[in-house]
């Protein structure tokens, strides 16, 4: 399974982004089980949960720092996640990662089983 993120860029505080992230490749086995989600790493820190859905998109959990701004989304029509951002602050900055595991949502990232290659947001104040 392949997955690649799409979406990033630079913007101004108070802005909104929309990420997208497309599996590819050997896809899942039954969707429904996949947690897909989303973690980011800014410079000189640790990657850090962000949000995550289940299978079904029946379920979805929000770190702290993002609650009320973020929205994680999928279709599983098409093999995708999004995470719709609104009111970015320079504090979001960093490179986000869309991610997958088969055994369902998870905010640790030693569970992962599958990365995607990252795209830079950038906030500027």
């Known amino acids: 399974v392949q997955l690649q993120a799409f979406g990033g860029g630079a913007v101004q505080a108070g802005a909104a982004l929309r990420l997208s992230c497309v599996a590819s490749?050997?896809?899942?086995?039954?969707?429904?089980?996949?947690?897909m989600g989303w973690f980011r790493q800014a410079p000189m820190k640790e990657r850090e949960f962000v949000a995550t859905?289940?299978?079904?998109?029946?379920?979805?959990y929000y770190a702290d720092s993002v609650k009320g701004r973020f929205t994680i989304s999928r279709d599983n029509t098409k093999n995708t996640v999004y995470l719709q951002m609104t009111s970015l602050k320079p504090a979001d900055t960093a490179v986000y990662y869309c991610?997958?595991?088969?055994?369902?949502?998870?905010?640790?990232?030693?569970?992962?089983?599958?990365w995607g290659q990252g795209t830079q947001v950038t906030v500027s104040s």
């Open positions: 859905i289940s299978g079904l998109g029946r379920t979805t």
């Open positions: 991610a997958a595991r088969n055994a369902g949502t998870s905010r640790d990232p030693n569970t992962i089983d599958y």
């Open positions: 490749g050997k896809t899942f086995t039954n969707v429904g089980y996949v947690g």
